[in-house]
């Protein structure tokens, strides 16, 4: 998949609210499918299924087979990607702008 494709598969999973929510159910550490439905009883299993193939799909989250479970594992890397694609560069240029403002108050 090329970097283009991959970088809006992560755009969309991270577009949806309870996806970030779901992301963040897995930031502490890995959860069954069945722990993730317990925690958002206001969503079916079907529901939170299909979260998690979105998420899937961008490589944001990665699901091993443990006998009957499914354990759904957080991957932080295509964040981290984007934030050094696109967050990385305007926070550097903020930063230095902020240097010289303070330059420029102390002189």
């Known amino acids: 998949m090329s970097s283009k494709a991959q970088d809006d598969n ?8 309870r996806r970030r929510a779901l992301l963040d159910e ?3 550490a890995p ?16 529901t939170v299924m299909l979260h998690l193939k979105v998420l899937e799909e961008a490589d944001l989250v990665v699901a091993r087979r443990e006998g009957r479970e499914r354990w759904n594992h957080l991957n ?7 934030h050094d694609r696109w967050i990385s560069q305007y926070a550097t240029h903020a930063i230095s702008i902020l240097d010289q403002l ?3 108050l102390e002189g």
């Open 10 to 17: 992560v755009f969309k999973a991270l577009a949806h609210p």
């Open 26 to 28: 897995l930031k502490d």
């Open 31 to 46: 959860r069954t499918t069945g722990m993730l439905c317990d925690a958002f009883p206001d969503m079916d299993r079907c």
């Open 76 to 82: 932080a890397l295509p964040i981290k990607q984007i």
């Open 102 to 104: 303070k330059s420029d």
